[in-house]
């Protein structure tokens, strides 16, 4: 992605990569990309997005894998406030939630890239994120843009928790134009201004169900 930050124009692709292989479930695959990380992220020229990924990646080098692997699923997997499933931020455990997961799909097959799923579904962030660094720059920010306030509100609940994955959705979210909320209701109120109809997203509603005010 290209996006002017008040300096030059910088391509956040690697951005992109890099978060998503970040918020995947830590493996012995994640460890050993340490290193390609390291060097990647030492040479992007953009030091506020690089920056939080190079401090994550620390904590992937410092920490066995065990303790990975049990610190994410505390993370992710026992409290709907930190979800990664973008869909139940917009449309919780609804029957429209089903219709959105096909527009994932379809946009996919629509790019022309070949999307992995991982078998995750595909709105899980680390998918969205790879389909991201492959696609075109517009395309990446309409699509993260339209999803703002979810990625907003899951950086804050990690932020709260104080755990090192705050620094992942940091970067991402500094990729994204204008600042980024200080607090829950400044992140809800994100909704009033994405446009409901943005290139080639017509598809997707922004507006975000009380699930994500009230768990």
């Given at each position: 992605m290209r996006w002017l930050r008040g300096r030059r124009e910088v391509d956040q692709?690697?951005?992109?990569?890099?978060?998503a292989w970040c918020l995947t479930y830590p493996d012995s695959q994640l460890l050993s990309r340490i290193g390609l990380?390291?060097?990647?992220?030492g040479e992007h020229p953009d030091r506020t997005v690089a920056?939080?990924?190079?401090?994550?990646?620390?904590?992937?080098?410092?920490?066995?894998i065990d303790k990975l692997q049990r610190e994410y699923v505390d993370v992710f997997d026992l409290s709907s406030k930190r979800t990664l499933y973008l869909s139940y931020w917009t449309d919780g455990d609804t029957r429209r939630r089903g219709s959105v997961l096909g527009e994932f799909k379809q946009r996919y097959r629509d790019s022309g890239y070949?999307?992995?799923l991982h078998g995750e579904l595909p709105d899980h962030l680390p998918v969205v994120l790879e389909f991201c660094a492959r696609a075109q720059p517009a395309t990446a920010v309409e699509l993260l843009t339209v999803y703002r306030a979810a990625l907003e509100l899951i950086r804050l609940g990690l932020v709260d928790l104080g755990t090192p994955y705050a620094d992942v959705m940091t970067a991402i979210c500094a990729c994204l134009p204008g600042e980024s909320p200080t607090d829950r209701q400044s992140a809800l109120a994100l909704r009033a201004t994405i446009p409901i109809e943005t290139v080639g997203l017509e598809a997707f509603d922004p507006r975000l169900l009380p699930i994500a005010e009230t768990r």
């Open positions: 692709r690697v951005i992109y990569q890099a978060a990380l390291r060097e990647a992220l920056a939080p990924l190079e401090r994550f990646v620390d904590h992937l080098a410092g920490s066995d070949l999307v992995d």
